[in-house]
């Protein structure tokens, strides 16, 4: 079986491994950071506006 390659949304790399949060995929190793990471921490704010638009999916009817 052939293992599909995504796009982490975070860190724009190419991974087999992750979990898609709406649309976004996020691989285990940003994933880990993200849960990581304290909101004083100057990554912090990175990570928000990466997952930012995320909060505005777009829902059809």
Known sequence: MKNRIDHCGV???EKEAGVYLYKLYICPECEKDIIQTAPEDERYQYYVKQLKDISSSVIHS
């Open 11 to 13: 860190c724009h790399q």
